[in-house]
């Protein structure tokens, strides 16, 4: 006989059983809405792929990975998907998952000009033709800057052979800040250099959603080899804006599959950042920095991204 069961008072019980006649909805947005639109949903895909510096010093062979994330926000009907996945096989499960959930897609939003996260909308719109890809129109253009055929053949199918989609395409530019779903804001916030420059995010007010993009890194090593003493600042600051949003959910645009989507995270990344200026300052090679990083972060994936990002800052003038 158990003392905490008996311990249970009725409402205890009452409060068990409605939780578990909820339905089951996941990331659905909880409690009620004072406006008349349908209540948005939303649900977070992921996927794990090598990592692109996989020069690393021996030692964090199980964690040489990363996964990168694809939000899936709906109404009743429609929904609005946030970054692609990168590879075709990676992009057709995607499809397939978004075909699955029932909705229409009406637009695909790319929130920074990272080939991982825009490579697959050409399978998702050969197989959504309603769908339009949208993104503010800096990152329009660092989309065309990433598809030119050295940054295609040289590095990216050379990570990647037969893997990466034959047709890349571009996004549209988004004209104003929002994107409307079902009578409901999806609003673009521009927070300027992250993991790489003009980055935003998506901000869902009516549910408290932020789809980061790559501001926010969950588990795994922040991609810092286009940052500088300057922007890495800049990237901090982009934090602190997140922040100024009050989410209930933040989506990193990495994330190790099935870690929650807390704010937390934002506080987290901020916190790596700090560590990484404070370990540049107080380190004289790559070596020292990269080991420093991994004695306080041992278990983040992609270690790579870290040991690039060492070698970066150390080339640093
Ligand atoms: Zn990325």
Not at 115 to 128: E, S, V
Not at 219 to 236: A, Q, V, Y
């Amino acid at each position: 006989m158990s003392s905490i069961g008996a311990a249970l008072n009725r409402r205890d019980i009452m409060k068990l059983v409605s939780a578990a006649m909820l339905p089951v909805m996941p990331g659905a947005a909880k409690g009620g809405s004072e406006h008349e639109a349908p209540r948005l949903g939303y649900r977070v895909f992921t996927v794990a792929r090598p990592g692109l510096n996989r020069d690393v010093p021996p030692g964090k062979e199980s964690l040489q990975w990363v996964a990168n994330s694809s939000t899936l926000i709906y109404g009743e009907r429609e929904a609005v998907l946030v970054d692609t996945f990168l590879t075709v096989e990676q992009s057709n499960g995607l499809a397939d998952a978004i075909a699955a959930s029932g909705k229409t897609l009406k637009a695909i939003y790319v929130t920074h000009a990272h080939g991982d996260h825009f490579f697959g909308l050409a399978i998702l719109q050969r197989r959504f033709p309603g769908a339009r890809a949208l993104a503010t129109p800096a990152v329009v253009e660092r989309m065309k800057l990433q598809v030119t055929p050295e940054k295609l053949n040289d590095r990216w199918r050379k990570l990647f052979p037969n893997q990466i989609s034959d047709v890349i395409s571009v996004a549209d530019p988004l004209e104003g800040n929002e994107i409307d779903l079902e009578g409901n804001k999806l609003v673009v916030v521009k927070i300027g250099h992250t993991d790489t420059d003009d980055s935003t995010c998506l901000h869902v007010p009516s549910i408290g959603l932020v789809a980061a993009g790559d501001a926010v890194y969950n588990g795994i090593h922040p991609f810092l080899n286009e940052s500088n003493r300057k922007n890495r600042l800049e990237w901090i600051a982009a934090l602190d804006k997140i922040d100024a949003l009050k989410p209930s959910a933040v989506v990193a645009g990495h994330k190790i599959p099935g870690n929650d989507d807390s704010p937390r995270n934002v506080e987290e990344t901020r916190q790596y950042l700090r560590d990484f200026i404070r370990l540049n300052d107080t380190t004289k090679t790559a070596r020292e920095l990269y080991d420093g990083m991994l004695e306080l972060y041992p278990a983040r994936a992609n270690p790579g991204s870290l040991w690039s990002a060492a070698a970066a800052a150390k080339a640093e003038t």
